[in-house]
């Protein structure tokens, strides 16, 4: 069961660049990490997935790599890397790392070589035409800012495919030396300890990139799982794939390709479930939502790095969130989601926000935090795109948030004032504090690791005749856990009748300390109200 880890793991997302630095240039590194992961350790992550740190012209928060096989100079080097990994393994903290290989920066040397001559080695590893596609304006990711998925590159006399940005040149993943390079890639880090890798861009890395009518190659993602389950037990690939439930078994093959894949869908039902302040949409697609089967296990998430998709809705819908969460131009990114952190989107409002990551923690899957997540971090609008979201750490009320000792005229710091500025949202302060969100947060943790139930187990809705109040109960191994959140900002009083139990023990509530009390009796819960409950079926 130790090769199934993930089933109960609390993953925290990390960007080294933004989270830590201990060398006063203004960029976080890893020194800066391994000196916070007491912190972690204390929040109760298990397990840190890093963003890209490699090597990079950084045009795109490091999705742009130049070298697969190192640390940018930015934040250290390879034995510091290599000390990191050292001190997380002393606190029992497992590390997944971004595998970005979908494509690579234009200034990577493979893609300078094979611009040089049709004859260059590394020609095949892109994908080229001679002529620009007629369909080059259909699929772009970035509406708005991105007007094409081919460019014409002059010193190679063709256009190039790229899925994302112009400088991120596709790899060509039907090439069976690119397919290679990809393991060479898994196994180096592997090596150096790491526990399995975040695959970016899934659904684009195994489709028909030279339009020649293949099938997308799933075979792929296979080949993958099966070197990395050769490689290092225990060892998991999670899926960035924004998939329908229909699509669930090409990705997982019950977790012999991808142990865990984010679910995009449940994620984006949850917003518009806050949204219309009813679990009513969160109901209708938990209940159509398929179980992985195998070792496979969904990833939840609240928000990520990435703009917060709203594409799996339909346009009314859509509006619906961004009428809640996002009514300025400003808030908006890509004509389908949000460039909004949870805390912005809820004013800063804790009770909606402990609601959130209670509904987070007890939803079946593995839950995955984005940094800064527990001490409610805001986003600052007038960064481009995503980079709205992806602001420093903000440690204390003193220079810089305690992100930096670099001098004032250093980019992208935290700011100072506002409602979300280091002066009022800083880890020291809610440290301090035992009603701060950071407090409510570690408890939450406490109990959804302290829960197998919920990530080892199966889970099924209870209707309790109010669309209003979500209700699951997560049945394993004999135990049973009750959670009860309310949507609304008013009170509920819910009866629960749950064939053998006879009471129950409360684990977690939004009204404090409550003793354990008879199955006959309601479960009062208050505005935005959360409780976790485990059954006994026994009288005493």
């Avoid at 997302?13 to 830590?20: A, L, P, Q, R």
């Avoid at 993958?224 to 999670?238: K, T």
Wanted: charged share 25%; aromatic share 12%.
């Amino acid at each position: 069961m130790s090769d199934l880890w993930y089933k109960n793991a609390i993953i925290y997302c990390v960007d080294v660049e933004k989270f830590m630095d201990a060398d006063g240039d203004g960029v976080g590194d890893f020194r800066g990490l391994a000196d916070r992961l007491d912190y972690l350790e204390r929040v109760g992550a298990n397990c840190l997935w890093l963003n890209p740190f490699f090597p990079t012209p950084n045009r795109d928060n490091g999705y742009d790599v130049t070298d697969y096989y190192g640390v940018d100079p930015r934040h250290g080097t390879l034995g510091d890397f290599v000390e990191f990994m050292h001190a997380a393994e002393d606190r029992g903290m497992r590390v997944i790392i971004d595998l970005v290989v979908n494509h690579t920066s234009v200034e990577h040397p493979w893609f300078q070589d094979a611009r040089t001559s049709p004859d260059s080695p590394f020609r095949d590893w892109y994908v080229w035409r001679d002529e620009k596609p007629a369909d080059a304006a259909d699929g772009i990711i970035f509406p708005g800012v991105q007007k094409s998925t081919w460019t014409y590159d002059r010193k190679a006399g063709a256009y190039y495919l790229h899925r994302f940005y112009p400088h991120q040149a596709d790899l060509n993943t039907a090439n069976p030396e690119v397919q290679a390079e990809i393991l060479k890639i898994m196994g180096f880090w592997l090596a150096l300890g790491v526990s399995g890798f975040r695959v970016d861009a899934v659904p684009f890395l195994v489709e028909d990139k030279d339009g020649g009518g293949r099938q997308e190659d799933f075979g792929l993602l296979t080949r993958m799982h099966d070197f990395l389950a050769w490689r290092r037990a225990g060892a998991v690939l999670l899926a960035e794939a924004s998939i329908t439930y229909e699509r669930t078994d090409d990705f997982f093959d019950r977790g012999d390709r991808m142990s865990m894949v984010f679910d995009f869908l449940l994620n984006q039902h949850l917003i518009l479930a806050f949204a219309r302040e009813s679990a009513a949409p969160l109901r209708q697609v938990f209940a159509r939502r398929p179980l992985p089967g195998g070792t496979g296990q969904w990833a939840n998430f609240l928000r990520s790095h990435d703009e917060l998709s709203l594409e799996r809705l339909s346009l009314q819908e859509q509006q619906e969130c961004f009428a809640a969460f996002g009514p300025r131009p400003e808030h908006q990114i890509y004509d389908r989601g949000l460039r909004r952190r949870l805390a912005g989107m809820f004013d800063g409002d804790q009770k909606r926000l402990e609601l959130a990551y209670s509904l987070l923690f007890a939803l079946p899957g593995t839950p995955v935090l984005w940094f800064g997540e527990e001490i409610g971090l805001g986003e600052d609008l007038s960064l481009p795109e995503r980079e709205a979201v992806r602001t420093p750490m903000q440690w204390a009320d003193e220079r810089h948030g305690g992100f930096s000792r670099a001098g004032s005229d250093m980019p992208e710091m935290p700011r100072r004032g506002g409602r979300f500025g280091y002066r009022t949202i800083n880890v020291a302060d809610q440290i301090r504090r035992p009603d701060s969100l950071l407090q409510a947060i570690r408890a939450m943790i406490g109990n959804r690791r302290s829960a197998p139930e919920i990530g080892w187990g199966e889970t099924s809705l209870i209707d309790v005749g109010d669309d209003d109040v979500l209700v699951l109960v997560s049945e394993w191994r004999g135990g049973k856990v009750v959670t009860l959140h309310n949507f609304t900002a008013r009170s509920k009083s819910i009866q629960l009748s749950i064939e053998g139990v006879e009471r129950y023990l409360p684990m977690l509530s939004t009204i404090g300390e409550l003793q354990t009390f008879p199955a006959s009796q309601a479960v009062d819960l208050p505005p935005y109200g959360y409780c976790w409950l485990r059954c006994d079926r026994e009288r005493r």
